[in-house]
């Protein structure tokens, strides 16, 4: 399993910015759900290549490859 990381950025302004590294899919935002719901609104979200790519189930694809 790859590792999960996020990579919080705060401004002089206080904006903050959360990048989320090693998550596929919708996992990026159960990582920052509660980061989120600490410091506000969400003013602007960027979706990043990882977030349009499923993770893999190792063992699914062990098992469908061994038909």
Do not use: F, W
Request: aromatic share 4%; net charge negative.
């Amino acid at each position: 399993m790859e590792m999960q990381e996020m990579e919080i950025t705060i401004d002089i302004e206080g904006r903050i910015q959360v990048k989320v590294n090693g998550a596929h899919g919708t996992d990026c935002l159960a990582l920052t759900k509660n980061l989120e719901e600490a410091v506000g609104i969400v003013e602007k979200r960027e979706y990043l290549p990882a977030y349009y790519e499923h993770p893999v189930d190792v063992q699914e694809h062990q098992r469908l490859g061994s038909r």
